[in-house]
């Protein structure tokens, strides 16, 4: 299967940890990339390859993998965090790019 | 700095084929794969196909039959083509580069630079 599952919806306190996770068969073989989106914008990519960060990216951000689970975790999570995040891979032939269902963060 | 920069008709009637292109300006054309994406109203992301400069294309399975992505090398361009639209079809239209590398048993991809989104309608 090319399908990426997360959490619809988590919640965290202002300053604490929380982690999203992405589930699917491709991430045995792509580690997950990571897109925040707040409403009305474009995503932007927090998290690519192992775990890196593009220019600009809080250290806040960091991406880890287990087999077919990746995960995205900020620490010391601020008010500005609050968005949907997206997961992304490609599929087992490399040939298709494929979407997590999203999660969308609320910062209490 | 990577910029893109899209444009086309936002509003459609239901058989009209959508057209979209997306510019780049600044850093190289090649070794990337140019996408178009979509979301839907209060919908997630929905990858409808990529191309690269050399013009190998990658459609989404759902939309393949419909879908014609091309590419412009010489003005750094790319385009996106939908035919047959319907109201399922309204949604956010993005482009964006997406870089993708698989070596020393690694793989990854990621769209790190998007376009600002157009805004599709499909009503009668």
């Known amino acids: 299967s090319s399908e990426l599952t997360q959490d619809p919806a988590v919640s965290v306190a202002l300053g604490q940890t929380v982690r999203i996770t992405c589930q699917g068969d491709?991430?045995?073989?792509?580690?997950a990339s990571w897109y925040q989106q707040k409403p009305g914008q474009a995503p932007v990519l927090v998290i690519y390859?192992?775990?890196n960060r593009p220019s600009g990216i809080p250290d806040r951000f960091s991406g880890s993998s287990s087999g077919n689970t990746a995960s995205l975790t900020i620490t010391g999570t601020q008010a500005e965090d609050e968005a949907d995040y997206y997961c992304?891979?490609?599929?087992?032939?490399?040939?298709?790019?494929?979407f997590g269902t999203g999660t969308k963060v609320s910062v209490l | 700095q990577v910029q893109l920069q899209q444009w086309g008709a936002g509003l459609l009637k239901p058989s009209e084929t959508l057209s979209l292109t997306c510019a780049v300006y600044?850093?190289?054309?090649?070794?990337?794969?140019w996408t178009w994406i979509r979301q839907p109203p209060g919908k997630g992301l929905e990858w409808i196909g990529e191309?690269?400069?050399?013009?190998?294309?990658n459609y989404n399975p759902s939309l393949k039959s419909r879908v014609t992505i091309s590419v412009d090398t010489s003005n750094n361009q790319f385009s996106l083509k939908l035919s047959s639209v319907t109201a399922a079809d309204t949604a956010v239209y993005y482009c964006?580069?997406?870089?993708?590398?698989?070596?020393?048993?690694?793989?990854?991809?990621?769209?790190?630079?998007w376009g600002q989104g157009t805004l599709v309608t499909v009503s009668s």
């Open positions: 964006a580069r997406d870089e993708s590398y698989c070596g020393n048993g690694v793989c990854y991809t990621g769209a790190d630079y």
């Open positions: 600044g850093g190289s054309f090649s070794g990337y794969y």
């Open positions: 191309i690269s400069h050399s013009g190998n294309t």
């Open positions: 491709s991430l045995r073989s792509y580690y």
């Open positions: 390859g192992k775990n």
């Open positions: 992304n891979s490609r599929d087992s032939s490399a040939k298709h790019y494929v």
